[in-house]
């Protein structure tokens, strides 16, 4: 999953790629690269972003979708908001994925309009408003505790009739470095054996931080956790350098011969 910021203020890439010539160019390179899903975000989620309204998302994502549906007809686009409406009008626009990092929780009809539109929903772990998203919990047993909102989740979805979920652990939201590092290790106990699992750790401040070196620069690093997660079972990479992590999955593909 290649990801495509439409937004002037993202972290790593703000304002590279929020005109439509640049977005088209760069979704380009991401399918060349390697990418199958292109992951659209009109609005940034970084500590102390702009927040946008639901109106403003789908303004700024424009003609953006069916443009790049038309161009790149065997993309797969992922939509990433927590609004129902964006969602709706994303589906009228051709996306294939709803990513939601609120796992529903900012938005009380998100769950519906998975329902409605019968997309694939990816579920993310993350602390329960808005406001709080990045506030450091220290929690007792991370996994546990991932595992426990997932359960949830999940049955909440599935009642709604939203069968093709995807789990997503919630890199980069709320958690300490320590935690991070203990989901890495413990990757092969998320999601029940039963959900697909997605893994988005690029350019993540836990990895960069740490290691006293700026997110462009976490390369190879990021590269050996990849390989860490693909071995215990995840399914999909949500990342900004995709030529990379695509050699990084053919490494593991040849090494296990499972894909």
């Known amino acids: 999953m290649g990801i495509l910021n439409l937004t002037p203020d993202s972290f790593s890439d703000g304002g590279k ?3 439509e010539k640049a977005a088209l160019e760069h979704a380009g390179k991401l399918l060349k690269d390697g ?11 970084r500590p102390n972003a ?13 003609k ?30 051709g996306i294939d994925l709803i990513n939601d990092i609120s796992g529903g929780q900012y938005d009380d009809q998100m769950f519906d309009a998975a329902a ?47 069968k093709d979920i995807i789990l997503d652990p919630g890199f980069g ?4 470095v320590e935690d991070q590092m203990k989901m890495i290790g413990e990757t092969q106990y998320f999601g029940f054996e039963k959900f697909p699992l997605l893994i988005g750790i690029s350019r993540k401040s836990f990895i960069y ?12 690093e990021t590269q050996k956790l990849h390989m860490k997660v693909l071995e215990q079972g995840a399914k ?13 999955i053919n490494e593991f593909c040849e090494k296990n011969k499972k894909w």
């Open 35 to 45: 990418a199958e899903i292109i992951d659209i975000g009109p609005q940034s989620t």
């Open 209 to 220: 931080k740490p290691l006293r070196k700026s997110p462009l620069d976490i390369s190879e």
């Open 64 to 93: 953006m979708i069916s443009q790049i549906k038309k161009e790149f007809p065997e993309a797969l686009i992922s939509l990433d908001t927590f609004y129902a409406e964006t969602v709706k009008f994303g589906f009228n626009e």
């Open 116 to 162: 409605e539109t019968k997309l694939p929903y990816i579920l993310m772990h993350v602390n329960p408003s808005y406001d709080t998203m990045h506030e450091k919990v220290k929690f007792e047993d991370i996994t546990l505790e991932v595992n426990r909102y997932f359960s949830k989740k999940t049955n909440e979805l599935l009642e709604k009739g939203v």
């Open 236 to 248: 999909i990479l949500r990342v900004h350098d995709v030529a990379e992590t695509a050699v990084t």
């Open 17 to 19: 790629f929020n005109s």
């Open 50 to 62: 702009d927040f946008l309204s639901c109106k403003e998302e789908i303004q700024r994502i424009g």
């Open 173 to 176: 939201f709320g958690k300490t």
